[in-house]
């Protein structure tokens, strides 16, 4: 499975951005899908994940208490695609964001980097004051 997010992008505090993940080589509609970032000097750390769906979209969600009634993370299995909707974004918000697949089927709840077998390259996300 090979991961690509897009969505980049510079954008003034309150400001809104949606990024995508495009997956290949295989159907993702039953992987766990998660979207983490990591600021400079950080850590990567968790911002959204839904698990998978039978239908074209769906899945249940989980959020940081961060970005939690800000973000949304949706999917469309149809196009193959994670979608991070981002809405009141604060400088804070800035950060290289990633997009990550689970394979494993055990149930787990999503927000650990290491929970994650396929990661995106990242896309950069910077919100100015």
């Known amino acids: 499975v090979q991961l690509q997010a897009s969505g980049a992008g510079l954008v003034q505090a309150g400001g809104s951005l949606r990024l995508s993940c495009a997956a290949s080589g295989r159907s993702v509609s039953n992987y766990r899908m998660g979207w983490f970032r990591q600021a400079p000097g950080k850590e990567r750390e968790f911002v959204a994940t839904?698990?998978?769906?039978?239908?074209?979209?769906?899945?249940?969600?989980n959020y940081a208490d961060s970005v939690k009634g800000r973000f949304i993370i949706s999917r469309d299995n149809v196009e193959n695609t994670v979608y991070l909707q981002m809405n009141s974004l604060k400088p804070e918000d800035t950060a290289v964001y990633y997009c990550?697949?689970?394979?494993?089927?055990?149930?787990?709840?999503?927000?650990?980097?290491?929970?994650?077998?396929?990661w995106g390259q990242g896309t950069l996300v910077t919100v100015s004051s």
């Open positions: 839904v698990t998978w769906s039978v239908s074209w979209s769906g899945g249940s969600t």
């Open positions: 990550a697949a689970r394979a494993r089927l055990d149930p787990v709840l999503g927000t650990y980097p290491t929970s994650y077998d396929y």
